[in-house]
């Protein structure tokens, strides 16, 4: 099995920086993809950002300029750098990660981590 911890949440000012970091452990031969996504109450999921195993990364527009994600592929972490943050960033952030499991006879894995509550306010 795969599991994803996420850490670094909590509450800022308008304007401030936080950093959400994600652990992948388990089983795991490779990660082909980490995203964040993004959640607040009556609202679907939104993807805020995704990077690839290659390094190639899209951003929602909405955080496009102020967030960074960025990954370890050697110790399957991601990182979501967040600056200038705004009220809207406030929601229940949610990390992601598909790959593939060491076992070749059992299908990749797409698993969700526990989620971590960003609030911004003054």
């Known amino acids: 099995q795969v599991q994803l911890v996420e850490s670094g949440g909590g509450l800022v000012q308008p304007g401030g920086s936080l950093r959400l970091s994600c652990a992948a452990s388990?089983?795991?031969?490779?990660?082909?993809?980490m995203r964040w996504y993004r959640q607040v109450p009556g609202k679907e999921r939104e993807l805020v950002a995704a990077i690839i195993r290659g390094g190639n990364r899209n951003y929602a527009d909405s955080v496009k300029g102020r967030f960074t994600i960025s990954r370890d592929n050697a110790k399957n972490t991601a990182s979501l750098q967040m600056n200038s943050l705004k009220f809207e960033d406030t929601a229940v952030y949610y990390c992601?990660?598909?790959?593939?499991?060491?076992?070749?006879?059992?299908?990749?894995?797409?698993?969700w981590g526990q989620g971590t509550q960003v609030t911004v306010s003054s």
């Open positions: 992601n990660a598909r790959g593939r499991v060491n076992d070749p006879g059992l299908p990749p894995f797409d698993v």
């Open positions: 388990g089983n795991i031969f490779s990660i082909d993809a």
